[in-house]
């Protein structure tokens, strides 16, 4: 009958970390993120300025601008562009590439329609930014 009787052996506290309860909320936290991003990726995305903002001072180069006029053709800078034509170019566009950003500037008679459809385009294009230009309100007189 051999026992252990030294007087350390059922003193012995474990120094270990439990790990398991950490898993388990990062693994409901990692289902959570997985469910909610692609409802987060679906329609349009626009970040639309105030129309009292100041204006910004841009220090990079000018960004491209696409816009729209009353009679919807479609301009890429000054370039007019088809629409069957407008998702090649933008795919093409080697600033585009880089930058993925673009700014939009539609007359205000066209239908809404028709301005989601172009922003879906750019989407389709892989252009991550749309900037929305607007003028800024006429001064008040008083």
């Known amino acids: 009958m051999s026992m252990n009787t030294s007087p350390n052996a059922s003193d012995t506290t474990m120094s270990e970390i439990n790990v398991t309860p950490?898993?388990?909320?990062?693994l409901v936290l990692l289902i959570i993120f997985m469910v909610t991003a692609p409802l987060m990726q679906q329609g349009v995305e626009v970040d639309l300025p105030q129309t009292?903002?100041?204006l910004l001072e841009n220090k990079n180069e000018q960004p491209i601008i696409l816009s729209l006029d009353?009679?919807?053709?479609?301009?890429?800078?000054?370039?007019?562009?088809?629409?069957?034509?407008?998702?090649?170019?933008?795919i093409h566009n080697e600033k585009l590439?880089?930058?993925?950003?673009?700014?939009?500037?539609?007359?205000?008679?066209?239908?809404?329609?028709?301005?989601?459809?172009?922003?879906?385009v750019l989407r389709r294009a892989g252009i991550e930014q749309v900037g929305m230009l607007t003028e800024p309100p006429p001064p008040e007189r008083n």
């Open 22 to 26: 950490m898993v388990d909320v990062m």
């Open 52 to 54: 009292h903002a100041q």
């Open 70 to 90: 009353k009679q919807r053709k479609i301009f890429l800078g000054k370039t007019e562009v088809s629409r069957e034509d407008l998702e090649a170019k933008l």
């Open 97 to 120: 590439k880089k930058e993925k950003k673009i700014d939009l500037q539609a007359d205000r008679s066209l239908d809404y329609g028709f301005v989601v459809d172009v922003m879906a």
